[in-house]
Nanobody
Framework: VQLQASGGGLVQTGGSLRLSCAAS????????MGWFRQAPGKEREFVAA???????YYADSLKGRFTISRDNAKNTVYLQMNSLKPEDTAVYSC????????????????????WGQGTLVTVSS
């Protein structure tokens, strides 16, 4: 499975961006797709994930500002980011995983099987 992320860029505080991540290859066994981010000097953190069924998971701190969605026909997941803040500046990476049993695993980077390249989001103050 290959993942191609796009949509990053420079935006001012309060602005919006939409990231996309398209999956290709053997995607039939993929369930959840998610987004993680890593800011300079910080550890990678979970942002959001969505199952093929449409069930979504969010980092508590981002609920209300970020929305994850998915088009199963296009094997593409989106991350709509609104009211962006400078602390949202990071490299955002998309990932996909085969079916797992636990909700926790859908929010854990190590439980993901496939990763795309990151896309840089910079929020200026």
């Amino acid at each position: 499975v290959q993942l191609q992320a796009s949509g990053g860029g420079l935006v001012q505080t309060g602005g919006s961006l939409r990231l996309s991540c398209a999956a290709s290859g053997r995607t039939l066994n993929i369930d959840a797709m998610g987004w993680f981010r890593q800011a300079p000097g910080k550890e990678r953190e979970f942002v959001a994930a969505i199952r093929k069924t449409g069930t979504t998971y969010y980092a508590d701190s981002l609920k209300g500002r970020f929305t994850i969605s998915r088009d199963n026909a296009k094997n593409t997941v989106y991350l709509q980011m609104n009211s962006l803040k400078p602390e949202d500046t990071a490299v955002y990476s998309c990932a996909a995983q085969r079916p797992v049993a636990s909700m926790r695993a859908r929010m854990t980077a190590k439980a993901y099987d496939y990763w795309g390249q990151g896309t840089l989001v910079t929020v200026s103050s």
